[in-house]
C-alpha cells in the first residue's frame, strides 16, 4: 500500500545543515517588473505514450505556469510530490539555487543518480519554462544565448522484421523519402536466430555477422542522404563489444551508441578506444560529475545526454564540461519515440 508521504514525517524538510532556502538565504530584495513571483504547487501526471512520461507543472500566484518532463519510471511523481514543499513558496527564477536546494534536501534519497535526479530535472525543466515567461524570453537565453536557429532531429526508426537488414534498409528509405528525415536511428539489439544463450552478453561470430548486415544494408542504401547511429542499449560484453565495432568499420556509421553495460567505466573507454567505429554513449549517466570520466578520459566520442536523467536544463550545458574528443548530441525532450 502507498503512504501519502505529506502525512509521514520528513526530517530532511526540516532541517538540512546545508539550506538553501530563500528564507535561510536571506534573499528578500524585492525585484519588481512583475518579478516577484512566487510558486504555490507542483503536479504531476503520466502520459502513456511508448513509455509513461511524467511530466510535471509548476504553478505561481502570478498565474504562470511551467511545464517540464522527468522521464519515466515508478515512484519518479511521488518523488515530486515529496519535494513539492521544498520549492512552494520560493521564486521561480532563483533557477540555480533552487537545483541545489532540491539535490541537498533529497541527498539521503540519493540525488546523485536515479530517479531522484529524474524527478529533480522535471521540477527543473519546469522552472526553466516558467522563468522564461516571467522574463518574456526563450529559456536557451537563460542558458547563455543561442548557438543554431535550427536543432536537427534524428529519427528512431522501427519497422517490420527488426532481424531483417532488408526491413531496416525499407525503413531507412521511406523515413527518408516520406518524412524527410537525414539523421536516422536503428537498435542492433534484435535477436539473429544464431543465438545459443541469451542471458549472456556474448555474440558469436554468426551475431556479429548479422548485426554487421542490418548496418551495411541501412548504409548502403541511404548512402550520402541521410547519416545513420545504432543502438545496442548496453547490451554486449567488452570483446564482442570491440568485435562488432570492428567489424563495421568500414562502413559509414553515425554512431555505435551503448554496446557496454555503464557501469564499468574502463570498459567503455577500451571499447571505444579500440575502434574507429565513433562510440556513442551517456544516455544512462547522471548529473555532470557522472560524464566527467568519460569526457576527460576520452571514453566515448559521441555524448548524448539524455536531459531529464542528467539532472536537467542547466546540468546538460556543456560550456562547463571539457569536451574534448567528443561531441554532443542533446537527446530531443518531447516528441521523442525511443531511449
Ligand atoms: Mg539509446
Not at 513571483?37 to 503536479?43: E, G, L, N, R
Not at 548524448?304 to 550545458?317: F, I, N, S
Request: glycine share 10%; proline share 5%.
Amino acid at each position: 500500500m502507498v503512504k501519502d508521504y505529506t502525512t509521514l514525517r520528513d526530517p530532511n524538510a526540516e532541517y538540512t545543515m546545508r539550506e538553501l532556502s530563500a528564507e535561510t538565504m536571506g534573499v528578500q530584495a524585492k525585484r519588481g517588473g512583475g518579478r516577484d513571483v512566487t510558486i504555490t504547487d507542483v503536479q504531476t501526471t503520466m502520459v502513456d505514450g511508448n513509455f509513461p512520461w511524467t511530466l510535471v507543472r509548476v504553478y505561481t500566484d502570478a498565474g504562470i505556469v511551467g511545464t517540464g518532463e522527468a522521464y519515466w519510471g515508478a515512484g519518479v511523481p511521488e518523488i515530486i510530490e515529496r519535494m513539492t514543499p521544498f520549492v512552494v513558496g520560493q521564486n521561480p527564477l532563483d533557477l540555480d539555487r533552487l537545483f541545489e536546494h532540491l539535490v541537498q534536501k533529497t541527498s539521503g534519497e540519493g540525488s546523485i543518480e536515479g530517479i531522484t535526479v529524474s524527478a529533480i530535472a522535471g521540477v527543473e525543466v519546469a522552472l526553466h519554462d516558467l522563468a522564461g515567461k516571467i522574463l518574456e524570453v526563450p529559456a536557451y537565453q537563460l542558458l547563455g544565448g543561442k548557438y543554431r536557429d535550427r536543432v536537427r532531429v534524428y529519427c528512431d526508426c522501427h519497422a517490420g522484421d527488426e532481424s531483417e537488414p532488408e526491413s531496416n534498409a525499407a525503413e531507412a528509405e521511406r523515413v527518408i523519402e516520406d518524412l524527410g528525415y537525414d539523421a536516422l536511428k536503428f537498435d542492433l539489439d534484435v535477436p539473429s536466430g544464431h543465438e545459443k544463450d541469451r542471458a549472456n552478453r556474448h555474440l558469436r561470430g554468426p551475431e556479429v555477422g548479422h548485426k554487421a548486415e542490418i548496418v551495411q544494408a541501412v548504409t548502403e542504401r541511404i548512402g550520402d542522404r541521410a547519416d545513420a547511429a545504432f543502438d545496442c542499449h548496453w547490451t554486449f560484453s567488452a570483446g564482442s563489444a570491440k568485435r562488432l565495432a570492428k567489424e563495421i568499420e568500414d562502413l559509414d556509421v553515425w554512431w555505435l551508441e551503448d554496446p557496454v553495460p555503464p557501469e564499468n567505466h574502463d570498459v567503455q573507454r577500451e571499447v571505444t578506444q579500440h575502434t574507429t567505429t565513433p562510440i556513442g554513449a551517456g544516455e544512462n549517466v547522471y548529473r555532470k560529475h557522472g560524464h566527467r570520466r568519460l569526457l576527460e578520459e576520452q571514453a566515448v566520442d559521441v555524448v548524448a545526454p539524455d536531459l531529464p536523467k542528467v539532472g536537467g536544463m542547466r546540468e546538460t550545458r556543456s560550456r562547463r564540461v571539457p569536451l574534448l574528443r567528443a561531441g554532443v548530441v542533446g537527446r530531443p525532450l518531447r516528441g521523442r519515440t525511443d531511449h
